[in-house]
């Protein structure tokens, strides 16, 4: 599904990504580990199309397309979805207009007919219960006011809705009490199908008893220093992360 | 610049003049005021960002319309609520076929000027010209020296009227050329709640000039809510001055709405005379093409704690040019004042451009007051994260577009206005229909 091969990217001049590569496949798991500033945020937005980030060499495949060639809109409409690690605050658009325009977006990349706001109400009935959101959330300006849980939820709230095929879940688990982060990873588990896949992002081992990895990767100083299974993460959790930095020169 | 020009008009109207002997008085004290000070010039201090050549090169005409044949069909986007008490002017004359207030309070008083004059003529001298002083200010002393036919209201003590009074101002091509001075005049007495919507607006694309004011005066724990809609003619030139007087805990809230007109000054002063009164001061400007629209609000603080809220949003496309200019005074005698002034203008082109100037002179020292004010274009990590939901470049810049305006507009608290207003905005900038 996603391949990245030796990635290597940079913002204000100065490089972030030095060298990445990665393969995921349909129906796996990957956690990204590391440390902060490691770079995790960096690989997750460019993988999204931030415009903030310049690629400066490698590249990545998404289902047979050059990922690097859509723009953010395009990757989005082709499946690809990033839970951010920070979610931003738009006043003025409420939850409900933004996220059916996101849904209609996305059906009319699928050559589907639109949907109206009443029907969009039943698409979203089924949805908020994944999260156990309430109803009211919806006539909420997009994030305005929310809690960093509100943030979180209402992220995997969108993904429940968008349907992706690769997600990418950047810090789901920071800011969230240990009920959230239940909610939340439960919400991402119902979503998960053999067609889709899921990179979850985090420095915690927490949210890995909740959502298990196939595979866990540590990056570090902008390189995947060690790749392993999900033992990797209790080592880490166990010993922190200084053993790997060393030897890695980092 | 010259003035001269409007003397021979002048002359003729104060001939034609009816009304109470101290009249003709008043308005040769304006038009000589107005001679004196002439129009003015961009070496006013008021007026550095804002030229009135085009109006001063031109002589605008003192109309006699004949009534009009619009129907209130032709008037129905421009009425915003059928059920609000309503006057009609088109081009400055009342239209009473078009207008509806028998179901006000029996004790409220909404008249013409003219009945009014001839009704209760000492009242209205007592209030007329005492709010919206013209020694200094030239098109207030214009208007009062031409107004014609405007509109009085008095709520009297403790009465609430919860419908809203809308007066609508509809120019058409009858008025091309024409200069139109609406005045307005309201009286809430103590403890009295009103709610106003003043409109602005064209059928067609006329060129004239709409220089109103408005006199306010909000009694010991009054409150009025001003809704102010310049929708003119793109041709059009729009200069408003509302000046307000506020007694104590007396609340006035004004919303100035600008979207129309070639050039607009509009001016909203108010004086927190009694101590706790309270003024919020909000608008949006929405501008394109070679648009000028220039705002004005100007706060007194002479009693104490008092409170002042400002928000003023401006989005500007094209080439057009918005000014705005918040002046807040705090008298040695305001302590305790809390004052808080914003402005934000959203840059949509090139060539756009703003001037801000916000003006603080503060005499008390038990004081809170901050303003701030950010020029810019869009963000660009909204964007992103609209995009990243599948929302293309287009519709997100759009949505963002009206979201700005949408903060501003959450503080309208008129429904059916709000509505109006958030729909307009939204189906200008996303070209679709908002539901
Ligand atoms: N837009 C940017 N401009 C400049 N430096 C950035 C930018 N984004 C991230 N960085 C830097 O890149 C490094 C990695 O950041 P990030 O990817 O956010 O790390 P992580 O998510 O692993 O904590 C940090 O040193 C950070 O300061
Ligand atoms: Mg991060």
């Known amino acids: 599904m996603l391949t990245i091969t030796d990635l290597h990217a940079s913002a204000g001049g100065k490089e972030i990504l030095k060298g990445i590569s990665l393969t995921i496949n349909a129906g796996e798991v990957h956690a990204i580990m590391g440390p902060n500033g490691s770079g995790k945020s960096t690989l997750a937005q460019v993988i999204a199309g931030h415009p903030g980030y310049e690629v400066t060499g490698g590249s990545i495949a998404y289902e047979g397309q050059d990922l690097l060639d859509l723009e953010a809109e395009e990757r989005a409409q082709a499946g690809v979805f990033l839970a951010f690690q920070y979610p931003v605050e738009i006043p003025g658009v409420t939850n409900a207009y933004f996220l059916r325009a996101a849904y209609n977006e996305l059906r009319k990349a699928r050559g589907e007919d639109e949907v109206d706001p009443i029907e969009f109400l039943d698409v979203m009935e089924e949805k908020l219960k994944v999260v156990e959101m309430d109803a009211s959330f919806m006539q909420r300006s997009v994030n305005a006011g929310f809690s960093g849980g509100e943030k979180k939820r209402n992220e995997i709230l969108q993904m429940a809705v968008l349907d992706p095929k690769l997600a990418v879940l950047d810090e789901t688990d920071s800011g969230l009490d240990i009920d959230a982060l239940r909610i939340v990873a439960e919400g991402v588990n119902k979503l998960k199908k053999p067609t889709n896949a899921t990179i979850v992002v985090t420095h915690y081992q927490r949210l890995l008893n909740y959502i298990v990895p196939d595979f866990v990767h540590v990056l570090a100083g902008g390189r995947i220093v060690r790749s392993g299974g999900k033992e990797l993460a209790l080592e880490l959790e166990a010993k922190g992360y200084d053993w790997l930095l060393e030897p890695a020169g980092v | ?435």
């Open chain 2, 1 to 435: 610049m010259p003035t001269t020009s409007y003397a021979d008009q002048f002359a003729a109207a104060l001939a034609a003049g009816e009304g109470p002997a101290w009249l003709p008085a008043l308005r040769e004290r304006a038009f000589a005021r107005f001679h004196a000070l002439g129009f003015p010039t961009t070496r006013d201090e008021d007026w550095h960002f804002t030229s009135v050549t085009p109006i001063a090169e031109r002589t605008f005409k003192a109309i006699r319309p004949a009534a009009t044949t619009l129907t209130l069909a032709d008037l129905e986007a421009h009425l915003l609520d059928p059920d609000w008490h309503r006057l009609v002017f088109v081009n400055g004359r009342l239209e009473p076929a078009l207008s509806t207030f028998a179901g006000l309070p029996a004790e409220v008083q909404v008249s013409t000027l003219s009945e009014a004059l001839r009704e209760q003529p000492e009242w209205v001298q007592k209030h007329l010209g005492t709010l919206a002083a013209f020694d200094t200010a030239a098109f207030t002393a214009l208007n009062t020296a031409f107004m014609q036919d405007g509109v009085v209201v008095r709520v009297p003590k403790g009465e609430v009227v919860e419908v809203a009074l809308h007066i609508l101002h509809v120019t058409d091509a009858q008025a091309q050329g024409a200069a139109i001075h609406p005045r307005l005049l309201v009286v809430a007495e103590p403890l009295a709640q009103l709610t106003l919507v003043e409109s602005h607006v064209a059928v067609g694309a006329p060129s004239y000039l709409v220089n109103a004011v408005a006199e306010i005066s909000v009694a010991n724990g009054a409150r009025v809510d001003h809704y102010k809609l310049q929708r003119e003619s793109a041709e059009a030139y729009h200069v408003g001055t509302v000046q307000v007087t506020q007694g104590r805990d007396s609340i006035y809230h004004s919303f100035s709405f600008a979207e129309g007109a070639a050039l607009s000054r509009t001016n909203v002063y108010t004086k927190l005379a009694g101590t706790g009164s309270e003024a919020r001061l909000n608008g949006l400007y929405v501008l394109d093409g070679a648009q000028h629209a220039d705002h004005q609000t100007f706060v007194e603080h002479l009693a104490e704690a008092c409170a002042s809220r400002e928000l003023y949003k401006g989005i500007l496309d094209g080439e057009s040019h918005g000014v705005f200019n918040g002046k807040v005074y705090v008298d040695p005698v305001a302590q305790r004042t809390d004052g808080k002034q914003t402005n934000k203008a959203l840059i949509l082109s090139e060539k756009a451009r703003v001037d801000t100037k916000p003006q603080l002179e503060i005499f008390a020292d038990d004081v809170k007051c901050t303003h701030g004010a950010t020029v810019g274009r869009l963000e660009q990590l909204p964007l992103f994260y609209l995009k990243s939901r599948g929302i293309g470049a287009e519709n997100a810049r759009a949505l963002l577009t009206y979201a700005f305006a949408a903060e501003v507009l959450e503080t309208i608290e008129v429904d059916a206005l709000r509505v109006t207003l958030e729909k307009a905005i939204f189906e200008r900038f996303t070209h679709h229909r908002m539901d």
